[in-house]
């Protein structure tokens, strides 16, 4: 909770400077370089959807808006495929952009293994790797997991959500569609099975007032029987 709270004031506080009347196409350049050097914000797309950022585009600021859409949505590897179009990354971006890379291959896969995080990583050796997952994953909170040298893999338990991408915007609203759609006909089930208990209960009840109406009945009739023979 601590950390979705940071992230929340964070984002709050990025996107207040970026929304500034008075914001400059350097501001705003310099502000992406903040944004996506700190140590602690993992999520951009909130930031990106500012119009001010509009101004950006045409000037010599404009990749900066490009370095903004990669850490939002990309990869280590996005960024080495157009590393020709986007200026030199800071040693924190790169930082920041590996442990992203972590957190999209865990959005499909929960047993990640070392050779495949190595390649995306650009990481040499198993030791580099996972002083990698430990110290700028698990303790910085974004990740969850065991590190398995015998399988030579890294099994996620947790891993923080990323910016959804625009295409996968209707895959997110079919798929929730889908859960509420599940979940009414769950609960009309578990509504209908209440009515059927609370049903069975008062017939239940019904059929054990007749039952011992009936004993009483017998009791009087003992008793009528026995004081007629006396």
Not at 83 to 109: F, H, M, N, S
Not at 194 to 216: G, L, P, Q, R
């Amino acid at each position: 909770m601590d950390i979705e709270r940071k992230q929340s004031e964070l984002i709050d506080h990025f996107v207040k400077q970026a929304a500034g009347e008075d914001a400059s196409a350097s501001n705003l350049a310099a502000l992406i370089l903040e944004a996506t050097a700190h140590p602690s914000l993992f999520a951009f797309s909130e930031i990106l959807s500012v119009p001010n950022l509009a101004k950006l585009k045409g000037t010599q600021y404009s990749s900066s808006l490009d370095v903004l859409r990669l850490f939002s949505y990309g990869t280590w590897s996005d960024y080495k495929r157009n590393v020709g179009c986007l200026p030199t990354l800071l040693p924190d971006q790169i930082r920041k952009l590996k442990q992203l890379t972590v957190l999209t291959l865990a959005e499909t896969e929960k047993v990640l293994p070392y050779d495949q995080l190595m390649e995306e990583l650009d990481v040499s050796n198993v030791r580099e790797l996972e002083d990698f997952l430990i110290n700028e994953c698990m303790y910085a909170g974004i990740a969850r997991g065991k590190l398995d040298q015998l399988r030579r893999c890294f099994e996620v338990q947790f891993a923080a959500g990323r910016d959804l991408r625009p295409e996968q915007l209707d895959n997110m609203i079919h798929t929730l569609s889908s859960w509420l759609g599940t979940s009414d006909s769950l609960l009309h089930l578990i509504q209908e099975k209440i009515k059927w208990a609370d049903t069975m209960s008062e017939a239940n009840k019904i059929h054990k007032k007749e039952i011992m109406d009936k004993v009483e009945e017998v009791k009087k009739s003992l008793k009528v029987s026995l004081m007629i023979q006396q």
